[in-house]
């Protein structure tokens, strides 16, 4: 098993940035992938961005791409989304998963979830 913990979300005002940040626990292993996917009110839970181990790989979903940087720090376990000129629309319950290579991606462990509002 392989426990993830968000933590970062919180009320930030529109064009304002956040860090989230998340730690890998368990029986974790390298050479995973790791990525981040969200939810909004309402609406299924879509892609976010992905990162490989090496951090060589990234990948972001297009409502995201500039603004949003994906890092990894293996040292520390810890996977990081830098999340800069937040929208409204940016509002959600943000999740680390693993593992998680593409948009397509069915990650097997998922955090419990961070909340993100962006007030505009």
């Known amino acids: 098993q392989v426990q993830l913990v968000e933590s970062g979300g919180g009320l930030v005002q529109a064009g304002g940035s956040l860090r989230l940040s998340c730690v890998a626990s368990?029986?974790?292993?390298?050479?995973?992938?790791m990525g981040w996917f969200r939810q909004a009110p309402y609406k299924e839970r879509e892609f976010v961005a992905t990162?490989?181990?090496?951090?060589?790989?990234?990948y972001y979903s297009d409502s995201v791409k500039g603004r949003f940087t994906i890092s990894r720090d293996n040292a520390k376990n810890t996977l990081y989304l830098q999340m800069n000129s937040l929208k409204p629309e940016d509002t959600a319950v943000y999740y680390c998963?693993?593992?998680?290579?593409?948009?397509?991606?069915?990650?097997?462990?998922w955090g419990q979830g961070t909340q993100v509002t962006v007030s505009s």
């Open positions: 990162i490989s181990w090496s951090g060589g790989k990234l």
């Open positions: 998963v693993s593992p998680c290579d593409s948009n397509w991606c069915d990650p097997e462990y």
């Open positions: 368990g029986r974790t292993s390298s050479g995973e992938t």
